[in-house]
């Protein structure tokens, strides 16, 4: 299992937007594509709100049909560009090792 980390800044407004857009449009999407896994989207608030994205994917090839060849560049929806301050334009991909949420 491969995992896909990306983080965002926003407003608390721009925060529960991008919230509203990742649950809704995002994810459909997401769960459309083979070898798409999950996802967690996690939230800080220290005046800006950090968003941080994590997905999961079966193989590098997954992540490859879902951002191109390119994997490291993140891949931004115009309608979540429009509702962050700013937003990493480099993902990280991290190999699970050890799942243990229960």
Known sequence: MIVRTWSARATP?????YHAFFADV????????????GAYLL??????VVLTALTFWESYDAIRSFAG?????????PQA???LLDFDAVVTHHELLVEART
Not at 13 to 17: L, M, S
Not at 43 to 48: A, I, K, L, M
């Open 13 to 17: 407004a721009g925060a529960a937007e």
């Open 26 to 37: 995002l994810l459909p999407e997401l769960r459309a594509l083979a070898g798409f896994a």
């Open 43 to 48: 939230s800080r608030n220290n005046g800006t």
């Open 69 to 77: 060849e390119d994997m490291a560049r993140s891949v931004v929806e």
């Open 81 to 83: 560009r429009a509702v």
